[in-house]
């Protein structure tokens, strides 16, 4: 057993006495291409759970089809609002442990738990008076940052918009690669900001037989490689992982406690991305977290990005000792025309700080999460 479970189950009863779910859409600064797809603006589902005077906010954040994972906004504000809100309105729990067990009975995928289990831990702070970060006994530190940028068409276009996110504001580099645009891409990074740690994310465009590739980046020094095969192609990273200096980190391929330990166990990887939205909540994330400590494997909190919501609920756990490199959130502002928060994510000095009030210690503007409202549907007993 993990020290969350115990946790889970000392939290005591939780009322779902009424949840609210919001479809959002707000539009991004720019699109955000990878090797697999584009989007151009940023839809998910906020949840609300309510009771008394405590609330929680959760959210999925899902990605349309292909781009991320085979899950989208509209399966998961389908399975929210027809089958597992529904089902939630009313219940009480005896306590965060049982709650989980029967969100994993009836939820179909990781990116509609999430917005429920984290929802439901943030009630459980807030009727505390604590932090999220208090409760889950975590360091009260700022959470160093780092930036990272999709794909462009050309080394021109790369460059411009690194330098609008003004690079030296951030304390880690990380750019997309896709096969054709890799060696080059981070040779030219390396040229303009000499010195600043880089990594480079594959989001498993590769295969076997592109090993020279990863072999001659491996000559340049670069942080990790992060994703370079496909999500379950543990023995091809285990096999390039043997013969490269550079560590290896899995993300896509760590959906869960058990891929953790299989990969770990494979020697796939030499450090694991933590995303709250692709392994279902703050339980799994932390149960994850343990893990690899265990193991000696570090790990960091990536992101999809999410909107102010799930970037908070990450921020939250990149103070977590296990976390040894720059978290992937980002300023509010560094993403979207628009976000939910109040105050928005800022970055200092290449910092980010996790709040000390109940909860998140964000609140989210109930005004702007209307404004960027496509439909709302409230569920009570």
């Known amino acids: 057993m993990f020290a969350v479970d115990e946790l889970a189950r000392r939290t005591g009863p939780i009322r779902l006495a009424r949840l609210e779910a919001s479809r959002v859409e707000i539009a991004m600064h720019e699109p955000f291409r990878i090797s697999s797809g584009t989007v151009a603006s940023k839809e998910a589902v906020i949840v609300c759970i309510r009771d008394g005077e ?68 943030e009630l459980a702070a807030r009727a505390r008076g604590q932090s999220l970060r208090a409760l889950f006994g975590l360091p009260d530190r700022a959470v160093p940052s780092g930036l990272a940028v999709g794909l462009y068409d050309d080394l021109s276009g790369l460059r411009a918009a690194l330098e609008r996110y003004r690079p030296r504001d951030y304390l880690r580099l990380k ?14 990074v390396q040229d303009w900001w000499p010195g600043m740690p880089l990594s480079v994310d594959a989001n498993g465009d590769y295969a076997r ?43 896509e391929s760590v959906d869960s406690v058990e891929a953790a330990a299989r ?42 990005p999410e909107l102010g919501v799930g970037a908070a609920q990450a921020l939250v756990l990149a103070s977590h000792p296990a976390c040894r490199f720059p978290t992937d959130v980002e300023p509010s502002a560094r993403w979207y025309v628009d976000d939910l928060l109040a105050p928005a994510l800022q970055l200092e000095r290449g910092y980010l700080h996790v709040p000390s009030g109940p909860g998140l210690g964000f609140t989210v503007d109930e005004r702007s999460l209307e404004r960027h409202t496509l439909d709302r549907r409230i569920f009570v007993e």
């Open 263 to 304: 990969a770990i166990a494979l020697r796939s990887c030499r450090i694991v991305n933590v995303k709250l939205q692709r392994v279902g909540g703050f339980l799994d994330a932390l149960r994850i977290m343990e893990a690899c400590a265990e193991s000696g494997v570090p790990v960091w909190m990536g992101t999809m």
């Open 175 to 188: 750019i997309k690669i896709t096969r054709g645009d890799d060696i080059a891409l981070a040779q030219a």
């Open 209 to 251: 037989d592109d090993f020279p590739v990863f072999e001659a980046l491996d000559r340049s020094g670069l942080v990790m490689f992060e994703q370079p095969f496909g999500k379950r192609d543990l023995e091809t990273s285990a096999a390039l992982q043997r013969i490269v200096r550079t560590p290896i980190c899995l993300d």
């Open 54 to 121: 405590s609330l929680g906010w959760g959210e999925s954040s899902a990605m349309p089809g292909g781009f991320y994972s085979s899950e989208t906004p509209d399966g998961c504000w389908h399975e929210l609002t027809a089958t597992l809100l529904p089902a939630l309105a009313g219940r009480t729990f005896t306590d965060l442990a049982a709650l989980d067990g029967f969100l994993r009975e009836r939820a179909t995928t990781p990116f509609v738990r999430v917005a429920v289990e984290t929802a439901a831990w």
